[in-house]
């Protein structure tokens, strides 16, 4: 894989680059960078595809803009198609996960001139609240749910920067498939649920002897090493635009995805403790009326394209070639 800056008119970004063909944009989310993309990249490009993932705004060796208000929804996919216009490729299939499904969503909303199909992982196409997110996210005397414990600056940066190493385990192990079945009240961690106003977010997580095996040491060194470069400031600024992208978003409202898509979630996702999630998900097909698939993968977490590659890398596959024949 080749790792390179490309400078574009919005900001420079560190992408990495195999293969000759029709384009696929990766988007990773948070906690992570382009290197969670390593097996699809590899099978894209075997497979007759250039598979190109940046590390997003304000992760590992792309641009961290220092204004908080830089983080919107609209900001990255700015920026991707600034950097299809620096790679001089005039459309993609983006394909995205976490936070970067949020925004793949988006981008095949907005702009299905270049973004002829959309693959989204652990979120799916949600329609607009009533209210603003922070106005409906939960919380109490004792707790608050991480969204809102991540809106005061400096506070979760304090308490994530202590010791990296130790908060990416934390946070990784805590949602992945090996923590636990993730059923009610069986007391699998969830780093992505309500956090204690006074021991902040990692105090109630485990710490793990040993990261799972689809996350080898040197990978993990890696994902260290760009956080202690980075900082976590860029990710977390994301959740602070949570309140502002719905404002933005009234422009698109009752707009739906008209390339297109595919869904795919682990079983064991944190995303799927969220009560009301499974209809969700059930009524993605109002909002993505072309959705060619909805796919649970059994055991898997939230980092679904590390934990079980060969899966989803087969389901992309299958969904681009489905794609080639519409």
């Not at 490009?45 to 220092?66: C, H, K, L, Q, S």
């Not at 707009?255 to 999630?277: C, H, Q, S």
Request: aromatic share 8%.
């Amino acid at each position: 894989m080749i790792e390179t800056i490309i400078k574009t008119r919005t900001i420079d970004m560190s992408i990495l680059d195999q293969g000759t063909g029709p384009l696929v944009l990766l988007c990773h989310g948070f906690p992570e960078t382009k290197h969670a993309w390593r097996h699809q990249i590899l099978s894209l490009a075997a497979a007759g595809f250039r598979a190109v993932a940046p590390d997003m705004r304000g992760f590992g060796r792309t641009d961290i803009p220092e204004q908080v208000d830089q983080y919107t929804v609209f900001h990255g996919i700015g920026d991707l198609v600034a950097l299809m216009d620096a790679l001089g490729e005039s459309e993609a299939v983006i394909v995205g996960h976490d936070w970067g499904a949020t925004i793949a969503w988006q981008a095949a909303l907005l702009r299905p001139d270049r973004f002829r199909a959309v693959v989204a992982l652990s979120v799916p196409m949600m329609d607009q609240p009533p209210f603003p997110p922070s106005r409906i996210f939960p919380q109490d005397g004792q707790s608050l749910f991480y969204t809102l414990y991540f809106q005061q600056a400096g506070v979760a940066e304090e308490e994530f920067n202590r010791d990296v190493s130790q908060t990416l385990s934390k946070i990784i192990y805590a949602a992945s498939g090996e923590a636990g079945a993730r059923r009610p009240g069986d007391g699998t961690p969830n780093p992505f649920g309500m956090v204690s106003r006074n021991k902040g977010l990692l105090a109630e997580l485990p710490l793990p002897a040993r990261m799972p095996d689809w996350l080898p040491p040197r990978d993990f060194e890696r994902l260290v090493n760009d956080f202690k470069t980075s900082g976590f400031t860029g990710g977390l600024n994301y959740y602070r635009n949570l309140d502002r992208n719905w404002e933005l978003q009234k422009a698109v409202s009752g707009k739906r995805v008209n390339v297109p898509a595919l869904f795919i979630i682990g079983e064991r996702d944190t995303g799927l403790a969220i009560p009301g999630m499974d209809q969700i998900i059930a009524s993605m097909p109002d909002l993505v009326p072309h959705l060619l698939g909805s796919h649970i993968i059994p055991g898997a977490g939230h980092w679904l394209q590390q934990e079980r590659p060969s899966e989803v890398t087969g389901l992309i596959l299958s969904f681009l070639k489905q794609v080639a024949s519409i």
